[in-house]
């Protein structure tokens, strides 16, 4: 049991699956161009979904495809080139698609139509849903799709993905763990690994309906291992032991308009080395605990040049938490960490472990053995003479990754009576020595390097509850940019119970002509790149948020928080 204010980043250490490898996509190298810098701007109202900033959603373009057609009550001797002949399982169809380099002259749609589609093979006892092996272009991409929309198309036993480029999954539904089958990743529903360009939308990933490991097989529901280009929109995400949704080396994309729920520790956290990613616009609920940039990582199976930071430019914006027992907002070892108009409704009351609302806590490193990696000291050792941070020896996952530019701001954090954070409102970690046989990193590591939280509403406790900050922790007077004093003249804490319009009925904007009104947000300054990590491409460094959740376009006067307004525009 971790103890009081607990350092959840220690408490937790997962070593990373089999699937954790050097990432190739058949003989191709992957490299990773991170997007060209943009401000997070309205674009026209019906070019996306409320709240969505530019390239939502995911264009997919007119690419030339061949149509494929697979029901449950097919054939796999049918030819599945129309609905009168359709195949009876996905993996037909999956081979008829040339293994063999990039798809040209005809990318692939398959159609799902209506039904149960049983795991493949056969289930219960050689269930693998295993696909893998096939490079689609952008306008010869592989689509597997619900024909006749969401809610008509239920795989069971969800779908163990690696090795594949220009995959869309549209409008599917999968199911696993508990009683259902389970596919050969063995403990996720959706596992992506080593792959590029994949788009998930209007998906249902389901696990059971339980968050603790006695009532529940499954640690993830979507575990994302070294993938670039990774969009997922519109879809549901939930039901795992653990957390529900997993990102490890991820470059580039978004996770936006998604519903997450239902895990025993995190809705989402995301880590080793994940780099240029957009959450806005997703609600996350019935967690033990929020989301969290950095992690947790094992040095030798990370991918270069993103070998520092546990992770680096991810803009967490328009986002609403709530019921949250644990931590809402966490930075773990980042860099240009931004995390800003979010609300947070009842979160941090867990009474038994003392969580605060938010927490700037060390990312942590080892050099571990893997399955397919039982000698990874050289591996670690080649990455650290590249620049890498991290363990010379081999090491168990240490804390020794500091957070710098943080920034957390216009957030709106509500606990109504009977809830609040049972012994502050923040934990700042304090500075540590670097751990004997790390290498590249200064003596000490801080959690709270150029970190700044401003323009934040705060209703949490009495007037009287503590920030968070003693002779142990960080944010002391000797930090310019976050200390006592500039918390409290720079926030608005616990000065008056914000105004919503109806929260217990699922409603969390603020009340027309309420109190949240007068309290205009602050401006968010833009990250700089000039103290990254030499090799790392530099990401987004605009940090403006035009619209809100809503799509409500942001005024000068609007107030903090998701939504600036009391109504959908």
Same mark, same amino acid.
């Given at each position: ?15 990373? %699956? ?7 996509? +058949? ?50 001797? *049918? ?14 169809? !999956? ?23 049983? #795991?493949?093979?056969?289930?219960? $006892? *050689? #269930?693998?849903?295993?696909? %893998? ?14 024909? *006749? ?27 696993? +763990? ?30 059971? $309906? #339980?968050?603790?490991?006695? #009532? ?40 936006? =308009?998604?519903?997450? =729920?239902?895990?025993? /520790? ?36 990370? @991918?270069?040049? !993103? ?15 709530? $019921? ?21 409704? @009842? ?15 060390? +990312? ?27 363990? /010379? ?71 009287? =509850? ?32 914000? /105004? ?70």
């Amino acid at each position: 049991m971790c103890s009081k204010l607990k350092i959840l980043s220690l408490c937790i250490v997962i070593l990373c %699956t089999t699937a954790c490898m050097a990432a190739t996509l +058949g003989s191709k190298v992957l490299t990773v161009t991170p997007p060209p810098a943009q401000t997070l701007a309205a674009t026209p109202t019906g070019s996306r979904l409320p709240g969505i900033a530019p390239s939502f959603p995911y264009p997919v373009g007119n690419p030339v495809l061949t149509e494929l057609y697979v029901s449950p009550s097919g054939s796999d001797g *049918n030819s599945g080139l129309d609905q009168n002949a359709p195949l009876q399982t996905i993996g037909a169809a !999956w081979a008829k698609i040339p293994e063999e380099g990039e798809l040209s002259g005809s990318g692939y749609r398959i159609n799902l139509l209506p039904g149960v589609y049983p #795991c493949e093979p056969a289930e219960p $006892d *050689n #269930c693998q849903n295993t696909f %893998t092996n096939r490079n689609g272009m952008a306008q010869y991409p592989i689509i597997l799709r619900a024909l *006749n929309g969401r809610g008509t198309v239920e795989v069971r036993g969800g779908f163990d993905i690696s090795r594949v480029a220009y995959l869309y999954l549209i409008d599917l539904s999968l199911k696993g +763990g508990g009683e259902l089958p389970t596919n050969q990743s063995g403990n996720n529903l959706l596992h992506l690994a080593e792959s590029e360009h994949i788009l998930l939308r209007g998906m249902r990933l389901a696990g059971p $309906d #339980c968050a603790n490991d006695t #009532c529940n097989n499954l640690q993830e529901v979507l575990k994302v291992n070294q993938v670039q280009y990774l969009y997922i929109e519109d879809s549901e995400i939930g039901g795992a032991w653990h957390s529900s949704v997993d990102f490890f080396n991820v470059q580039s994309g978004h996770f936006i =308009h998604n519903n997450v =729920h239902t895990a025993g /520790q995190w809705c989402m956290y995301v880590k080793g080395g994940t780099a240029y990613l957009r959450v806005e616009g997703n609600e996350f609920h019935h967690c033990q605990l929020g989301f969290q940039a950095g992690q947790s990582s094992n040095l030798a199976v990370m @991918r270069s040049p !993103w070998v520092q930071y546990e992770a680096y430019d991810i803009k967490f914006v328009n986002n609403l938490l709530h $019921d949250l027992p644990g931590v809402a907002l966490s930075a773990s070892g980042g860099y240009n960490l931004l995390f800003a108009y979010n609300t947070v409704y @009842r979160a941090a009351g867990d009474t038994a472990n003392g969580y605060a609302l938010v927490q700037t806590v060390l +990312g942590e490193r080892g050099c571990n053995a893997t399955d397919e990696l039982p000698d990874p000291l050289p591996v670690c050792k080649s990455k650290l003479a590249a620049g890498a941070w991290g363990p /010379q020896v081999l090491s168990d996952n240490q804390p020794g990754i500091s957070n710098r530019s943080v920034y957390i701001y216009n957030n709106l954090f509500y606990n109504p009576a009977g809830m609040q954070s049972l012994y502050a409102h923040f934990y700042f970690q304090g500075s540590s020595a670097r751990p004997a046989g790390f290498q590249n990193l200064p003596e000490t590591i801080s959690s709270d390097d150029n970190l700044r939280i401003v323009g934040n509403v705060i209703w949490n406790g009495p007037a009287d =509850h503590p920030l968070g900050i003693d002779e142990a922790s960080g944010c002391q007077d000797s930090n310019p940019t976050c200390n006592a004093a500039q918390l409290i003249a720079e926030n608005t804490i616990n000065s008056f119970e914000p /105004q919503l319009a109806d929260p217990s009925g699922g409603n969390y904007r603020p009340a027309a002509g309420g109190n949240l009104y007068p309290q205009a947000a602050a401006p968010i300054p833009d990250f700089g790149w000039s103290d990254a990590p030499v090799g790392v491409p530099a990401g987004t460094l605009s940090n403006a948020v035009a619209t809100d959740r809503d799509g409500n376009l942001r005024g000068s006067s609007s107030p903090v928080g998701a939504y600036s307004a009391s109504a959908t525009p």
